[in-house]
Structures are given as structure tokens and as C-alpha cells.
């Protein structure tokens, strides 16, 4: 009886109030004292293993010292939400406005419910909540939502191994990324994925492109206008978008550390388009007997283009052998027939074509798109030259390229999309003779959208995602399109409410001690003491020590590290687009090269460039 008295609990149940829900309880049969769900050694045990994690986990790049205490930025809390294997999902959202916009006194602030949940179901909700009057907002309506980038489930984005869906990546994985700061792709660990059940959905489209966003998802535009001297690229909403200037599409990306030459390469381009890959048997009789030795790969090039045939011959060179036929009369699919040239077949031993496949780590054709990713920028574009000599074709000055297979098609998006080319929206280009249809890509003049000839409607509200980069970018392909875009950057409080014991990121501090210093006194001197003085710092306990200790390691790496290579790239852009030799800047930052600067010194010289946007 003892026992089951023990284990009975007060009953809640929700009730609705003026539509929304409120807790109320129900009147319990006995209310016991509510008990710790271990003894007090497993509470206080993994407590300090959470302390124990913080320490190794943690770098100082992931803290952040606020008021002389070093408070945890998000890049923190997403470690340790991976760590945990915590999720998180959108409650609600809301934008509340104070007065009337225009007049003195308007602002408007976005209040955002989250919800994190660990893995043994057990779940924590906050709220976060900003103020466009907290700060000087660089991009006011979007800065202070600063929540939901979201793009359709159906988008995918760019890893190592190729496109991917959102529950096909985990966090950590290396994924595209654009920088802004010097118009090119890196590859970076994807730090979070944000899922929502519904957002409301607006569509970009022009004759070649169309993509569907939320309305203040970001996208990379370079500015144009008679007040822009030069490039300037910044990340805007789609709902913020200016008049004048482009979307940046596509940038190049660094190549990789495969051992593959230009000229593997190039015949593996060759062999995934206008060649083929199959098996065979060798039949032999001896005496009374036939033996079948097998399979072998059998590896060969078809060619009748005059002007590739001598660049084929020479690729294949002493490790194949040629044979020329002439081929009767096709009808294409189109409905046409017409004569052929003669036609030039190029068999690759069988021993070159066991170490080609070798050194590119592959068993098949098929396994190609995997290995795209790891080529050299060489190898790269000698495979995008050969797909493109076998299977593309010019028209007005744009190459086009059409393909039956998949993976073949797969291999082209990749090397079209690390090499920078833009590509139109894959359509179909016929349905094709019992071969599935033929899709056609179009590589674009140029790898921008024209801004103003964009048009922009709403659509019906969809379920969403969103992956997190450092850059603030990612690269995406939705519905045919492959582009550059914006990612998001989601609150942290749940998470923190969930295993770090209340703690808040230090992103969400400085909002609002910059809140609380917008509506403080104003002091001729210094503010008058508090009632109560604060406890000395010998007397503090010891966490507050500990996080004064970090914080002070935070300014000493800060102002004696190298500079990051962010801040180079910053610099050097700079320097590029003003026309300024770099020894000039180095002179008077009294160095002798960029890369002596500390990382204190690189902040002040960006901070005094950026006041100078057009001389250095």
C-alpha cells in the first residue's frame, strides 16, 4: 500500500483559455513529494561529466567574453547538442509591432518558441525574442528574425559524396559553402540541421531559374549601382532583395588530393559518356574439353567526331587498340534519319584499364560521382572537357549537355558546379528510345541571376530545412536547380535549458545587454554602488573563477594568435579590389607579410579598411 501511494503523481491535464492552452490540474487522489530520478552520487556524477565535456570539447573559438565572464557562443552549443544527439523543432513564431511604422518610436520584435529533445524523450521549451531597437541592425527585418532560412524538404545540399537530403547528412559532415568575402566555394563541417513542419513559401523564378524559399531565406547578391565603385557581395533576404544587382549561382571550389592526372581523368570521362563498360568470357577448347575464363572487364570509346577522334587516339596512346567501321543509316528519336560518319572504337587493355580503375578507387563507372569531389582542379576540368566533347554540343555560344544516365548526369553537376559554371533548370529534352528519357543541362554565359528580372509570388506554406555553415551559405539543388544559398541560425536557449543548467549562448547575452543599455540611466560619472557590494574575487565561488579564468584565456589568445585566414582573405579582397599593393598595408601595420599579423591586429585592420571601403 506504501508503495503504491509512493508512485502516485497529481494529473495535468491542458485545458484552452481565449485559444490558447493553460495547465491546470485535476484534483489528484494523493499528492506525494516529488524525488530526484537517481541518488544523489548519479545526479552530482554526471553533472561533472557535463563540466568534464565542456572542457574538452570546447575551444576557445567557442567561447565568448561578455562583461569578464566567457559565455558560450553558438558554435558551442551545437557541439554539444551533437554530443548529446539533441533535436530541435519550432513551436511557434510571432512578430509583434509597437506603434506606428515610419513615426519616432516604432519598432517591432519577433518572438521565437523552440523546443529541444533528447534522445530519451525528455524535452525542454524556450522562448527567444528580439527587438529591432536592441541594436543598429545591419539588415533590420531579417537580422532580428534571424531564425527560420528555410528551403523545401526536397532540397539537397553539396557533400563530399555528392547531393544529399536532409536525413541523408549528419552534422559534421564536410558540405559547399560560399564565402562573400572572396567569391569562392570551401568545403566546411555542416555545424546543424533545423527541420519545420510547415513554412510559408514564396517563389523566385525568371526563364532559368526557379527556386522556392521562405520569405527572409538569404541569398548571396552582388551589389551593382552608381553608389557601388566595385563588387560588393552581402546576404540578403528574398524578401529584402534590392533593385539592382545579381544572385551569385555558382563559384569555384579548391580541388582535391585524388591521384588521378588530367589524363585519367579525361578517359574516364570519355569511357562515362561515349564509352562503355562490360563483361566478358574468353572461350577455349582443349582436346575434349572447353573451358570459360572470366569475366573480364572490357572497357572501349566509340567516336566519330573527326577533331575528337586524334585527341581519343592520343589519351588511349599504347594501351589500346583502334578499330574503324562505318555504321548504317540511324533514326534518332526526334523522328529524323540521317547518315553516319565513320565510326572509331578504342579498346583499353585489359591491364590499363584494372589500374585506371585502381588508381581512382572504384570497381564500376557507376561509382564515379564519389570520387568527383577528390580531384585535382586539372583532373577536373579534363573530365568536364571530355564530357563535354562527347556528349555536349554549342548553340548561340552556350554548351548544352544530354544524358540518359543518372550517374553520368550526377558526375556533370558536380564537375560543373566545383569548377564555378552555372547551370540553367535540367529539363527534359525528349523521352528518349527505350533508354529512359534524355535530360539536357544549358551552362550559363555567366553564374548570376539578373535581379530585376526576378519575379517574386507566394506560395502555399511547405515543411522546411536548414542546414547550418559557417560561411552562412551552403549550395543546393531544389527542383533542378543547383544554386549558392543562405542557411540559418537557430537559437541555442532550448538546448542550453536542456543539459547546460539554464546557461545561455553569449549571442543571445549581448542582445540583451545591449536591450538593457538602450534603456539605462545615463551617468555623468561613474553609476552610484549597489546596496549590497559584490563579493571580492577571492570569495566568488569557484565556477565564477573558472569562467573568469577562461575568459581571460579568450583575450590572451585573441591578441596573441595568428590571424585566421578569414581575416586574410578579408584583407586581400580588399587590397584586390582598391588596386593597393600589399606592402603598403603591411608597412603600416609594421609588418613584413599578412600572415605576421596577430589576430587582435588583422580585427583592427579590417575594422579601419571597412571605414575606408574604396582606399586603403
Known amino acids: 500500500m506504501e508503495e503504491q501511494q509512493r508512485d502516485e503523481r497529481a494529473i495535468v491535464v491542458a485545458e484552452r483559455e481565449n485559444?490558447?492552452?493553460?495547465?491546470?490540474?485535476?484534483?489528484?487522489?494523493?499528492?506525494?513529494?516529488?524525488?530526484?530520478?537517481?541518488?544523489?552520487?548519479?545526479?552530482?556524477?554526471?553533472?561533472?561529466?557535463?563540466?568534464?565535456?565542456?572542457?574538452?570539447?570546447?575551444?576557445?573559438?567557442?567561447?565568448?567574453?561578455?562583461?569578464?565572464?566567457?559565455?558560450?557562443?553558438?558554435?558551442?552549443?551545437?557541439?554539444?547538442?551533437?554530443?548529446?544527439?539533441?533535436?530541435?523543432?519550432?513551436?511557434?513564431?510571432?512578430?509583434?509591432?509597437?506603434?506606428?511604422?515610419?513615426?519616432?518610436?516604432?519598432?517591432?520584435?519577433?518572438?521565437?518558441?523552440?523546443?529541444?529533445?533528447?534522445?530519451?524523450?525528455?524535452?525542454?521549451?524556450?522562448?527567444?525574442?528580439?527587438?529591432?531597437?536592441?541594436?543598429?541592425?545591419?539588415?533590420?527585418?531579417?537580422?532580428?528574425?534571424?531564425?527560420?532560412?528555410?528551403?523545401?524538404?526536397?532540397?539537397?545540399?553539396?557533400?563530399?559524396?555528392?547531393?544529399?537530403?536532409?536525413?541523408?547528412?549528419?552534422?559534421?559532415?564536410?558540405?559547399?559553402?560560399?564565402?562573400?568575402?572572396?567569391?569562392?566555394?570551401?568545403?566546411?563541417?555542416?555545424?546543424?540541421?533545423?527541420?519545420?513542419?510547415?513554412?510559408?513559401?514564396?517563389?523566385?523564378?525568371?526563364?532559368?531559374?526557379?527556386?522556392?524559399?521562405?520569405?527572409?531565406?538569404?541569398?548571396?547578391?552582388?551589389?551593382?549601382?552608381?553608389?557601388?565603385?566595385?563588387?560588393?557581395?552581402?546576404?540578403?533576404?528574398?524578401?529584402?532583395?534590392?533593385?539592382?544587382?545579381?544572385?551569385?549561382?555558382?563559384?569555384?571550389?579548391?580541388?582535391?588530393?585524388?591521384?588521378?592526372?588530367?589524363?585519367?581523368?579525361?578517359?574516364?570521362?570519355?569511357?562515362?559518356?561515349?564509352?562503355?563498360?562490360?563483361?566478358?568470357?574468353?572461350?577455349?577448347?582443349?582436346?575434349?574439353?572447353?573451358?570459360?575464363?572470366?569475366?573480364?572487364?572490357?572497357?572501349?570509346?566509340?567516336?566519330?567526331?573527326?577533331?575528337?577522334?586524334?585527341?581519343?587516339?592520343?589519351?588511349?596512346?599504347?594501351?589500346?587498340?583502334?578499330?574503324?567501321?562505318?555504321?548504317?543509316?540511324?533514326?534518332?528519336?526526334?523522328?529524323?534519319?540521317?547518315?553516319?560518319?565513320?565510326?572509331?572504337?578504342?579498346?583499353?587493355?585489359?591491364?590499363?584499364?584494372?589500374?585506371?580503375?585502381?588508381?581512382?578507387?572504384?570497381?564500376?563507372?557507376?561509382?564515379?560521382?564519389?570520387?568527383?569531389?577528390?580531384?585535382?582542379?586539372e583532373a577536373r576540368r579534363a573530365m568536364l572537357l571530355a564530357m563535354l566533347q562527347a556528349e555536349g554540343h554549342r548553340n548561340g555560344g552556350r554548351w548544352y549537355f544530354s544524358q540518359t544516365k543518372p550517374e553520368v548526369m550526377a558526375v556533370f553537376e558536380l564537375l560543373a558546379t566545383l569548377e564555378g559554371y552555372a547551370l540553367g533548370r535540367k529539363h527534359v529534352a525528349h523521352a528518349g528510345v527505350g533508354n529512359g528519357a534524355c535530360y539536357r543541362y544549358m551552362i550559363r554565359r555567366h553564374r548570376y541571376v539578373y535581379l530585376p528580372s526576378l519575379r517574386s509570388e507566394f506560395v502555399s506554406s511547405a515543411p522546411a530545412w536548414c542546414p547550418t555553415t559557417h560561411y552562412g551559405t551552403w549550395v543546393m539543388r531544389l527542383d533542378g536547380q543547383i544554386t549558392i544559398t543562405g542557411n540559418t541560425r537557430s537559437k541555442n536557449r532550448a538546448v542550453a535549458d536542456l543539459v547546460g543548467g539554464g546557461e545561455v549562448s553569449a549571442e543571445e547575452i549581448e542582445g540583451e545587454l545591449a536591450e538593457a543599455a538602450l534603456h539605462a540611466p545615463q551617468y555623468s560619472s561613474a553609476p552610484p554602488a549597489a546596496a549590497s557590494g559584490r563579493p571580492a574575487q577571492a570569495s566568488r565561488p569557484a565556477a565564477w573563477r573558472d569562467a573568469n579564468g577562461v575568459a581571460a584565456a579568450v583575450r590572451q589568445a585573441a591578441a596573441g594568435e595568428p590571424a585566421t585566414d578569414q581575416q586574410l582573405r578579408a584583407i586581400r579582397n580588399h587590397l584586390r579590389r582598391t588596386g593597393t599593393e600589399e606592402t603598403t598595408i603591411c608597412q603600416r601595420a609594421g609588418v613584413s607579410a599578412l600572415e605576421e599579423l596577430t589576430r587582435s591586429a588583422a580585427s583592427d585592420l579590417v575594422k579601419m579598411l571597412s571605414r575606408q571601403p574604396n582606399a586603403a
Open 19 to 377: 485559444g490558447r492552452e493553460i495547465m491546470s490540474p485535476e484534483a489528484p487522489h494523493e499528492v506525494s513529494i516529488i524525488r530526484p530520478v537517481a541518488s544523489p552520487e548519479e545526479v552530482l556524477a554526471a553533472w561533472q561529466q557535463f563540466q568534464e565535456l565542456k572542457r574538452s570539447l570546447l575551444t576557445l573559438d567557442d567561447y565568448q567574453e561578455i562583461q569578464g565572464r566567457a559565455r558560450i557562443k553558438k558554435s558551442g552549443w551545437r557541439k554539444i547538442a551533437a554530443a548529446f544527439g539533441i533535436s530541435d523543432q519550432l513551436l511557434r513564431e510571432e512578430r509583434r509591432e509597437y506603434g506606428t511604422p515610419g513615426q519616432p518610436g516604432y519598432y517591432f520584435v519577433w518572438e521565437i518558441s523552440s523546443r529541444a529533445i533528447a534522445p530519451n524523450g525528455r524535452y525542454a521549451d524556450a522562448v527567444g525574442s528580439c527587438a529591432s531597437n536592441e541594436r543598429r541592425f545591419a539588415h533590420t527585418d531579417h537580422d532580428v528574425r534571424a531564425v527560420a532560412h528555410c528551403v523545401p524538404l526536397e532540397a539537397e545540399i553539396l557533400t563530399r559524396n555528392g547531393f544529399r537530403r536532409y536525413d541523408q547528412v549528419s552534422v559534421g559532415e564536410d558540405v559547399l559553402a560560399y564565402s562573400v568575402d572572396d567569391d569562392c566555394c570551401y568545403w566546411t563541417p555542416l555545424e546543424a540541421i533545423t527541420v519545420y513542419p510547415s513554412l510559408p513559401m514564396v517563389r523566385l523564378q525568371n526563364r532559368s531559374f526557379d527556386v522556392r524559399c521562405t520569405p527572409d531565406h538569404s541569398w548571396a547578391v552582388e551589389l551593382e549601382g552608381e553608389r557601388v565603385r566595385a563588387p560588393q557581395r552581402v546576404l540578403r533576404p528574398a524578401n529584402a532583395l534590392p533593385s539592382r544587382g545579381n544572385i551569385v549561382l555558382a563559384a569555384p571550389a579548391p580541388g582535391g588530393d585524388s591521384p588521378l592526372t588530367p589524363r585519367d581523368a579525361a578517359l574516364l570521362g570519355w569511357l562515362c559518356t561515349d564509352g562503355s563498360e562490360t563483361a566478358h568470357w574468353v572461350t577455349r577448347r582443349l582436346g575434349e574439353r572447353v573451358y570459360h575464363n572470366g569475366p573480364y572487364r572490357k572497357l572501349q570509346i566509340d567516336q566519330s567526331k573527326p577533331e575528337y577522334v586524334a585527341a581519343i587516339r592520343e589519351l588511349v596512346g599504347a594501351e589500346g587498340r583502334e578499330y574503324a567501321s562505318q555504321s548504317p543509316p540511324r533514326t534518332f528519336p526526334q523522328g529524323h534519319t540521317s547518315e553516319l560518319r565513320p565510326s572509331h572504337r578504342f579498346i583499353l587493355q585489359q591491364r590499363a584499364g584494372n589500374a585506371l580503375f585502381e588508381r581512382a578507387g572504384i570497381s564500376s563507372l557507376a561509382d564515379l560521382p564519389r570520387i568527383v569531389t577528390h580531384l585535382t582542379v
